[in-house]
């Protein structure tokens, strides 16, 4: 399966040590929109210019998306599957139905097909939401992020003049976190269940006041959560916050039983050393799903709701009923 990577951030480097781990895959290039000659990858893969693309249309199965989600991927995703299969892990939950729709209607247009939301959420966590409601349908999701560095988070905050750096922290509320797991469903809101955490560096002269005005009050990102903004020096932002570890957990507890006498707990929990080379790895399974339903002859826009589990996996159907069943 012919890979391309789009765009070279962390996620890409992920994506990149995925695909080349991988032995059915071969990774054709990297596109990225600065001079090419600048940008030192991890492996031996050729980087071309981001306005090249075109040009290897007939070279790629499958282009895999490593833009942000505040402004790269709601343009980019839908405006490349006019020419490629893609796989994105856009992840601004609340507008993803319209950037569905807007991948979609491209994709159809072109004869192409693209999945949208990749990763551990949206992505394999909202698998494990819709499992555990199918099997226990009188219940109640609790999902919890961190503690850890949210990537989408971090570069939103990046995009704010004024600001050179940052990262920032998705942490779970401990009390909450139990309650969930007591059994006890409890109503918990989102600034219940969550607090955000941000070190920036900001840029010589920048007004820190209109900085921090506009983390704590950007819609879909801060506004509904308790956020703390603490302003640092790069070095101390290099030297304390350089890692990229993540994490969560999805519980749903209900009842189950002719008269709801039973009680019920799931739980799916990640621990990350690399949030961007996990997601990388789910991006890269996807890319082989879409490689295979596209040559079942499927074109539009898909989640991984719609894959097929066994299409994820480099493993037979043979193997995998030996193996893993």
Known sequence: MRIGIAGYGNLGRGVEAAVTNAQDMELVGIFTRRDPSTVKVATDAPVY?????????????????????ATDLPAQTPELA?????????????????????????AREAGTLGVISCGWDPGLFSLARLYASAVMPN???????GRGVSQGHSDAIRRIPGVADARQYTVPVPEALAAARSGSNPELTTRQKHTRECFVVAEPDAN?????????????YF?????????????????KHAGLPHGGTVIRSGRT??????????????????????????????????????????VGARTMFDIPPAMLSPLSAEELRAHLM
Request: aromatic content about 12%.
């Open 49 to 69: 210019a981001w306005n090249d693309m075109a040009a290897y249309a007939d070279k790629i199965d499958v282009m895999v998306l490593c833009g942000g989600s």
């Open 82 to 106: 006019k020419t490629f299969c893609v796989v994105d892990s856009f992840d601004t939950h609340a507008h993803i139905p319209d950037h569905f729709a807007n991948v979609d209607a491209a």
């Open 139 to 145: 219940g109640a999701d609790y999902t919890f992020w």
């Open 208 to 220: 820190l006041a209109a900085i921090e005005e506009a983390i704590v009050t950007m819609p879909n």
């Open 223 to 239: 506004s509904d959560y308790d956020t703390t903004v603490t302003f640092i020096t790069q070095e101390e932002l290099n030297a």
């Open 257 to 298: 039983g002719l008269n709801d006498e039973f009680g019920d707990t799931i739980e799916f929990s990640l621990n990350l050393d690399s949030n961007p080379h996990f997601t990388g790895s789910v991006l890269a399974s996807v890319a082989r799903a879409v490689y295979r339903m596209r040559q079942d002859g499927q």
